[in-house]
């Protein structure tokens, strides 16, 4: 199993691109986030997904949009980057509800710079 | 939903000597904590957690941690150090009422000198 991937592994924006990040996971896990890192804050939650085609917000969502169309994947789109989304970026995923008592595998990250 | 703090931001320590890492939560009816640990450069990976059963939990490279319910804290403790557990380590909690969302401290930097 390749567990969960995330492409690219670094990305440099211009203020005002929009981009997607993308996140796939072979584990048949039907519970997907999104979660940005940042220095001294861990990290937040973006959106996440209990299952394909239901998703919903996090903490910190706005500036970004989610779809889940399949069970494998799940991308990320920043609609018009903006300084202030330079951070790295983090997908996992997880067993839903009970089974997994919110356990998550990580993806190795994607870290992204808006100049 | 859960708030989770991590005492310290950067642990220093020396080779061979023990180390502790704090966490507390807000208290729940019912929680299940994590650990994750990352290397320079890597994602988070699972060090242990608590879902139930015995309160002191293992992890496979000498890590534990005890759940204490009455303090609400889930403090990680190594009784000797390697110069490779350098890393980022943070606490998580999850709970049912938060449909098992995980909520993360900030962090601790784990920096092990020979």
């Known amino acids: 199993n390749a567990g969960v991937t995330q492409t690219p592994k670094f990305q440099v924006l211009k203020t005002g691109q929009s981009m997607t990040l993308q996140c796939a996971q072979d584990?048949?896990?039907?519970?997907m986030s999104w979660y940005r890192q940042d220095p001294g804050m861990g990290l937040r939650l973006i959106h996440y997904?209990?299952?394909?085609?239901?998703?919903d917000q996090g903490e910190v969502p706005n500036g970004y949009n989610v779809s889940r169309s399949t069970t494998e994947d799940f991308p990320l789109r920043l609609l018009s980057a903006a300084p202030s989304q330079t951070s790295v970026y983090f997908c996992?995923?997880?067993?839903?509800?009970?089974?997994?008592?919110?356990?998550?595998?990580f993806g190795p990250g994607t870290r992204l710079t808006v100049l | 939903a859960q708030s989770v703090t991590q005492l310290d931001s950067q642990v220093p320590v020396f080779e061979e000597a023990p180390v502790e890492l704090r966490c507390n939560y807000s208290?729940?009816?019912?929680?299940?904590l994590f650990w994750y640990v990352q290397y320079p450069n890597q994602g988070l990976q699972l060090l242990l957690k608590?879902?139930?059963?015995?309160?002191l939990v293992e992890s496979i490279n000498g890590f534990e941690a005890e759940f204490n319910k009455s303090q609400t804290s889930f403090h990680l403790r190594k009784p000797s150090v390697h110069i490779s557990d350098t890393a980022e380590y943070f606490c998580?909690?999850?709970?049912?009422?938060?449909?098992?969302?995980?909520?993360f401290g900030a962090g601790t930097t784990v920096t092990v000198r020979a």
């Open positions: 584990m048949n896990h039907e519970y």
């Open positions: 996992a995923s997880s067993y839903s509800g009970a089974g997994g008592y919110g356990e998550q595998f």
């Open positions: 208290s729940s009816v019912s929680v299940y």
């Open positions: 998580a909690v999850s709970e049912r009422a938060s449909d098992y969302k995980l909520s």
């Open positions: 997904s209990v299952g394909a085609g239901i998703t």
């Open positions: 608590y879902l139930s059963g015995s309160t």
